[in-house]
């Protein structure tokens, strides 16, 4: 190798070795923001939240899911048969999105809000059993006579509602489902 070539390989690894340097710093926080994103999914509240198992039910509040692809996500992650709790208000959503889910996972589906109806005629076809609550604590009851041993009972909305946050409707549910196992134990 000539001098001329042993300058220009020199300098052609100069960048790439820099490159090298600032992507590999560059990775290092990617790598920790991911690492400390993954560690806090299992912290937030009113998401996926285990509240309890009641006569073999297991019930889990997720509240947060107010939007068509939150509860979507939820449905991908359960294996268990499943006791629906969904509705809130008119949204742009498109719960149709949910549709195939419902077919595969979900036993019966109790729907509360003033877009009840709307998904009632929407999983009409894909949910065998679907009920209306006037309320959520009645639908957390209506779910319990639903539900069987080994089955979940799921809060997941799909949609917001007006006048009530997503914690206060978490927090509702957590309470009726403590309530219930009370109950059970007197």
């Keep these: 190798m000539t001098y001329l070539e042993e300058i220009t390989n020199t300098r052609q690894r100069q960048p790439n070795s820099m490159v090298a340097s600032i992507s590999s710093k560059i990775l290092q926080i990617r790598k920790e923001n991911i690492k400390q994103s993954l560690s806090d999914i299992g912290t937030i509240d009113h998401r996926q939240d285990y509240v309890a198992t009641v006569g073999g039910v297991m019930y889990y509040d997720d509240s947060r899911a107010e939007n068509v692809n939150a ?3 939820t449905f ?6 499943v006791i629906w709790i969904a509705g809130g208000d008119e949204s742009d959503a498109d719960i149709k999105d949910l549709r195939r889910m419902a077919r595969n996972k979900v036993k019966a ?3 509360i809000g003033s877009n009840k109806a709307k998904m009632k005629k929407t999983f009409q076809r894909e949910v065998k059993d679907i ?3 006037d309320d959520l604590e009645a639908a ?4 319990a006579l639903l539900a069987q041993d080994d089955d979940i009972v799921l809060f997941s909305p799909a949609a917001k509602a007006s006048g009530e946050t997503f ?4 927090e509702l549910f957590t309470e009726t489902v403590k309530q219930l196992e009370n ?3 007197q």
């Design 71 to 73: 509860t979507w996500f």
């Design 76 to 81: 991908e992650n359960i294996v268990r048969p």
């Design 109 to 111: 589906l109790v729907c």
């Design 131 to 133: 009920f209306e609550a």
């Design 140 to 143: 957390v009851r209506m779910a």
């Design 167 to 170: 914690a206060e409707r978490g």
């Design 183 to 185: 109950e059970l134990r």
